[in-house]
Nanobody, 114 residues
């Protein structure tokens, strides 16, 4: 499974960004897809995951501001991020777990200016 992420960038506080992650290399719907992020000097942390059954797991930091969605036909997930603040600045990594095997995409930088 290969993951291709896109959509990062620079935005002012209060703004929005939409990240995309497309999975390839599997004929079947990927079991779980989502996003992690890593800020400078910090460990990588969960943002949100979405399982094939539709269940989600949001980190508290994104609840009410971030929304994950999925295009199952394209094995693609989207992360809509609203009301961004400087604490959201990080490299965002697409993540997938398929039949117990984890996969990571390349990171995409999200920078929120105050």
């Amino acid at each position: 499974v290969q993951l291709q992420a896109s959509g990062g960038g620079l935005v002012r506080a209060g703004g929005s960004l939409r990240l995309s992650c497309a999975a390839s290399g599997s004929r079947w719907l990927i079991n779980t897809m989502g996003w992690y992020r890593q800020a400078p000097g910090k460990e990588r942390e969960l943002v949100v995951t979405l399982s094939a059954d539709g269940s989600t797991n949001y980190a508290d930091s994104g609840k009410g501001r971030f929304t994950i969605s999925r295009d199952s036909a394209r094995n693609t997930v989207y992360l809509q991020m609203n009301s961004l603040n400087p604490e959201d600045t990080a490299v965002y990594y697409c993540y997938a777990r398929h039949y117990g095997v984890p996969y990571w995409g390349q990171g995409t930088q999200v920078t929120v200016s105050s």
